[in-house]
C-alpha cells in the first residue's frame, strides 16, 4: 500500500473554500462506518493482516472525521459510499397498523418494583406502569422478532427504565408533568436494525430510556458477519 504511516497520522489540510468537516468530532457511529469498510477491505484482499489490525488501531483512537477519512481514502469503497451518514434517520413514529392497540406485555410496579430482562423474545408493544414504585426494561439481550416495538411508560411518583442495544434506533414520543421524561435518541446505521419508540407520560415521576453500551442485537451482527464471509470465500476460489 502507497499509504504512509506520517499520513495514517493527520488527515489532509482543508482546501481553501471547502467547509473544514473534517475537523468535526467524529461519533462512534461514523468509527463503527470505518471500521466495517476496513473489515470489507481486508476480505477482499485490499489490505493485509497486519495493515488492517493497524488501521482499526488509528480508527478507535481517531477524534474527528478527517483523521477518520485518512484510514479509507485509498480503498474504493468509501469512494462509493461515502463518508456521509449510511442512511436516512428512522422515522419518528411507528408505521400505521404496525403496532397492535393492546400490549403483548404488562409490567406493573404499585408500591413495589418490576424488572422484565434476559434473552427472551419481544413483542411488538409493552406497557409499563410504576405506581410508587420502579420499573426496569433491559431489552440489551433481547430476541426482536419485529422491526418496530413501542414501549408505553407511565411513571407516576415512580421510575422507568428502559435500556437497548447500541445498535438500534431508539426514539422518544412521551412527555412529563412535573417529572422527567428523557430519551436518548439513537440511529442505527442498519435499515433493518429493530426501531424502540418509547412513548408515555411522567407525572411527579421519570422516564429514562438510552442505550446499554457494549451490548448489540445479535442478529445484525450475524448478517454482517455472513456477508464478509461470503466476500472471503468468493476472495478464495471457494
Known amino acids: 500500500m502507497d499509504l504512509q504511516k506520517q499520513d495514517l497520522q493527520k488527515p489532509d489540510p482543508p482546501r481553501q473554500g471547502v467547509p473544514a468537516a473534517s475537523g468535526l468530532r467524529a461519533s462512534d457511529a461514523e468509527r463503527d462506518r470505518i471500521a ?70 404488562n409490567v406493573v410496579a ?40 413501542v414501549v408505553k411508560s407511565f411513571a407516576i411518583f415512580g421510575s422507568v427504565d428502559i435500556r437497548v442495544p447500541e445498535n438500534v434506533s431508539l426514539r422518544g414520543m412521551g412527555g412529563g408533568v412535573l417529572g422527567s421524561f428523557e430519551v436518548a435518541t439513537l440511529d442505527s446505521d442498519d435499515p433493518e436494525a429493530p426501531i424502540v419508540y418509547v412513548d408515555g407520560w411522567a407525572v411527579l415521576g421519570s422516564v429514562d430510556a438510552r442505550p446499554r453500551r457494549g451490548k448489540v442485537v445479535a442478529d445484525i451482527l450475524d448478517r454482517v458477519q455472513r456477508k464478509v464471509d461470503r466476500s472471503l470465500r468468493r476472495h478464495l476460489g471457494h
Open 36 to 105: 466495517d469498510l476496513l473489515h470489507d477491505a481486508l476480505a477482499e484482499g485490499r489490505l493485509t493482516v497486519d495493515e488492517h489490525a493497524e488501521r482499526v488501531e488509528g480508527v478507535l483512537r481517531a477524534r474527528t472525521v478527517g483523521e477518520l477519512e485518512v484510514f479509507v481514502r485509498d480503498l474504493p469503497a468509501a469512494h462509493r459510499q461515502g463518508l456521509g451518514p449510511a442512511r436516512t434517520p428512522a422515522p419518528w413514529r411507528p408505521t400505521a397498523g404496525a403496532i397492535p392497540i393492546d400490549p403483548d406485555d
Open 110 to 149: 404499585v408500591f413495589s418494583a418490576a424488572v422484565r430482562k434476559g434473552r427472551r423474545r419481544v413483542g411488538r408493544r409493552i406497557h409499563a406502569y410504576a405506581i410508587f414504585g420502579s420499573v426496569e426494561i433491559d431489552l440489551s439481550e433481547a430476541l426482536f422478532d419485529h422491526q418496530q416495538v
